[in-house]
Each structure stands twice: as structure tokens, then as C-alpha cells.
């Protein structure tokens, strides 16, 4: 099986189609057969890259919470890239995937052409931080004391979870059966040491502002504990642009892998004419009709 180093972590990779490369990173409940759809769709135009992040077989498994992170996710993917000799790629991600491509943007923005963040934002808005951190622990503790299969009908069954169940009951099946296989060790060590301890997105605001890569924000209009953090993010990114999918839960290139790679594909040829610009700051204001004065009797027009 084809395998790449990222440091001393073997990281599983396959490929397909040739052209601009682009490389799909997977969330914490799949792995790179999540992009199934994707990889038909975009190989016929793209270089695709998909790789199994670290914990997740046949990637290796590093025993040591220390080798799980936030950076190491970010630096993992700049490690595959340079093992495949890409300079610089469109990169896509959903949920913990989407938090790497986030981070890849910030740590390696010159090999970054634009950037797909699906359903970011688990644990980064501070109401609900805390209440996010207790639930990420009880799931690794599920996983020690019970195991994959527990684990997976449990996730499976969750409120943003549901919507895959409705649509594409086939695929959502296949998303319980693929999770119940990952590894526990690999799993629960992630869930510890990347998901509970990676900075909330908004301690990031001045470096998020600082972005300049093309960014599209995608997520479901049902996936309640992200949908204010992508809020903030569309705020804040100056090339973010914010997809908002009507009636679809947490994994919306599964739920509706249509309407993703069609949107994905006009993003990516926005960007590679050089549409795709940053905000104007014309655009910015939170009143709702400048052009009336204000009490001092100045206005915006």
C-alpha cells in the first residue's frame, strides 16, 4: 500500500486523475473513503489526493498522545504534498479535516491556492466550549471501555447524523460500518489529544483576518454546534464566501455530493481566473440602511 512519512508517521495516501492537484482531508468519524464521490467527480479534471490522517489505518497508529495535534494535522498535510512533490494545491476538509485545512492555510499559506472548510467550528464557539470538551472526553472513554462498534452506533444516531440516515440510508450504513473498523487506540488518542486540546478558531481572529487565501465555508443548515462559528468565520476571513446547504446535517459532501462537487467545481474555476477576490469593505456595515442619517446627522451615502 502506498505510504508517505510525515516524520516518523507513515500516513496511507492514494491518487487518482491528473491536472491542478487538489487533496481531501477526512473528518474524526471517517477516513479517505469518505470522498468516494468526490474522487470520481474531480478526477476527470483534478490531480486528487486523499490520505488517512494519523490513528487511522492503514496510516500508522503512534501510541504517544504527543504525536496527535492540531499542528501535526496542519503539518501532515504539508508533509504529503512535498512527498508527492505538489508545491501548491486546492485544499478540501470536512469538520476535523476542515479544522487542518484551516490550520494548513495559516501554517503554510504559500502552499495553499484555496481552501474548503466543511462543517469547522466542534468546540470552537465559547458558550458551548466547555460543554463540547466533557461530551469529546465521554466519547474517547466510550471507545476505551466499549469499543468501535459502540462508538459508531452511537455517532451514527446523533442529531447532525440523522439527516445522512433520511437521504442515503446506503451510504450512511456504510459510514456506521466504516467507523465501527477504525482503530480504537488511534481514535480515542485523537478525540484526547487533537479534538479537546486544539485553540478555539475564535482566539484565532487576528490571524483569520490576516488570511488571504480563496476560502469557501460550506455547512448544513442542521448542523447546529457550527453554524455560529461559520457565522464568525465568513466575518472574518476576507475571501471566505459561506455556503449554507437547507436541511442537511453534519457530513454534507455524503448528504448532498452533487450539489458539493458542482459548487466546489464553480468555486475552484472562480479561483483559478482570479474571481474569486477579497471582501470590499464597502460590503462590511451592521446597519441595515446606511444611506439614512444617523441622530448626528451624518450618513453613509
Known amino acids: 500500500m502506498p505510504h508517505v512519512a510525515a516524520g516518523n508517521v507513515r500516513l496511507y495516501v492514494e491518487e487518482c486523475g491528473s491536472g491542478y492537484p487538489l487533496i481531501f482531508l477526512h473528518e474524526f468519524g471517517s477516513d479517505y473513503r469518505q470522498w468516494a464521490d468526490q474522487l470520481d467527480f474531480f478526477s476527470r479534471h483534478y490531480r486528487c489526493i486523499a490520505f488517512n490522517a494519523r490513528g487511522y489505518p492503514p496510516s500508522d497508529v503512534p501510541a504517544e498522545a504527543s504525536a496527535y495535534g492540531q499542528d501535526q494535522a496542519a503539518d501532515d498535510v504539508a508533509a ?40 469547522a467550528g466542534s468546540g470552537a464557539y465559547p458558550p458551548t466550549r466547555a460543554q463540547f470538551i466533557a461530551e469529546t472526553l465521554r466519547a474517547a472513554d466510550l471507545i476505551d471501555r466499549d469499543g468501535m462498534s459502540a462508538f459508531a452506533d452511537a455517532l451514527a444516531h446523533g442529531p447532525t447524523r440523522i439527516q445522512l440516515h433520511r437521504k442515503r440510508p446506503a451510504t450512511w450504513e456504510a459510514f456506521r460500518h466504516d467507523l465501527a473498523e477504525h482503530s480504537a487506540v488511534g481514535s480515542s488518542l485523537t478525540l484526547r489529544n487533537y479534538q479537546v486540546k486544539r485553540v478555539s478558531l475564535f482566539d484565532l481572529e487576528a490571524a483569520l483576518h490576516a488570511l488571504t487565501v480563496p476560502v469557501l465555508l460550506v455547512v448544513g443548515d442542521e448542523d447546529d454546534p457550527v453554524l455560529e462559528t461559520n457565522l464568525f468565520l465568513k466575518r472574518t476571513i476576507p475571501g471566505a464566501g459561506l455556503w449554507v446547504v437547507p436541511r442537511t446535517g453534519h457530513a454534507v459532501n455524503l448528504e448532498e455530493p452533487a450539489a458539493y462537487n458542482q459548487t466546489l467545481f464553480e468555486f475552484f474555476a472562480k479561483v483559478e481566473r482570479g474571481e474569486w477576490t477579497l471582501r470590499e469593505s464597502a460590503t462590511r456595515s451592521d446597519r441595515q440602511f446606511p444611506i439614512v442619517p444617523t441622530a448626528s446627522g451624518s450618513s453613509d451615502a
Open 80 to 119: 504529503v504534498l512535498s512527498a508527492l512533490n505538489v508545491a501548491r494545491a486546492h485544499v478540501i476538509g470536512v469538520s476535523m479535516g476542515a479544522a487542518a485545512a484551516l490550520h494548513f492555510g495559516l501554517r503554510h499559506p504559500q502552499m495553499a491556492s484555496a481552501l474548503v472548510i466543511t462543517s
